[in-house]
């Protein structure tokens, strides 16, 4: 039995392959794509309950995929991206993903955020919806460590343990919680990107 249908979009023929096949093997429905209009053609036709998708492709952009996918079909979706630059960052937060993967990533690290994103989706809705956070905050789907352990992997090129470790430590050193020194360190490269502050 299937555990659930995901659309998954790259523009990389191998990574698209070993993305199917792994999410299949775990016990997915998959619909793959390797390119944005593909993409929501198929999901137009076959309705996923996620989406993953690359960010930079050849014309349609993984943001423009899950723009459509948020307005018009209302699936949630999740990104898997080499880049962690600011801007990248910040359309990220802006579109609502509901996780941000940074490559390189082997599909034994993508199949529990895949799941974890399922059951999410799966779980019922709060009687008395909290109030949404400012525009200026996290959105709640959106976890701050994963996106800091990016921005450590790409600042230092670092494997993703080791920014794991970093983030830790310097939590530790700063006497933080783990998710408050993401936090932190995400709002930092938010100042950075505002316009005059390069």
């Given at each position: 039995?299937s555990?659930?249908?995901i659309?998954?979009?790259?523009d990389d023929?191998?990574?698209l392959?070993t993305?199917?096949y ?8 998959v619909?793959?794509?390797d390119?944005g209009?593909?993409a ?7 309705r996923?309950e ?10 349609l952009?993984?943001?423009?995929v ?6 018009y079909?209302q699936t949630p979706?999740m990104?898997?991206?080499a ?6 960052v ?5 579109l609502?993903a509901?996780?941000y993967?940074?490559k390189?990533?082997?599909i034994?690290?993508?199949?529990p955020a895949v799941e974890?994103?399922?059951a999410?989706a ?9 109030p ?17 352990v990016?921005?450590?992997?790409h600042?230092?090129?670092l494997p993703?343990?080791e920014?794991?470790?970093?983030l830790m430590?310097l939590a ?9 020194q993401?936090?932190?360190i ?8 505002r316009?005059?502050?390069?």
């Open positions: 039995m555990k659930g249908k659309l998954v979009v790259d023929r191998l990574v392959a993305l199917s792994g999410l299949t093997q775990a016990g997915f429905e619909i793959d794509a390119n209009d593909d929501i053609l198929l999901a137009r036709e076959h996923p996620l989406a993953l998708l690359d960010i930079r492709m050849e014309g952009t993984g943001f423009d899950a723009a459509y996918l948020r307005e079909l979706f990104f898997l991206s880049f962690t630059d600011e801007a990248t910040a359309k990220v937060k802006e609502g509901v996780a993967l940074v390189p990533l082997d034994s690290q993508i199949v974890a994103a399922f999410r799966a779980a019922p809705e709060p009687v008395a919806s909290p949404a956070p400012p525009p200026t905050e996290f959105p709640t789907t959106l976890d701050p460590t994963a996106m800091a990016g921005v450590l992997m600042r230092y090129s993703r343990d920014a794991l470790a970093r430590s530790a050193a700063d006497g933080h919680s783990v998710p408050e993401a936090r932190r995400v709002d930092a490269v938010e100042l950075l990107a316009p005059g502050t390069r």
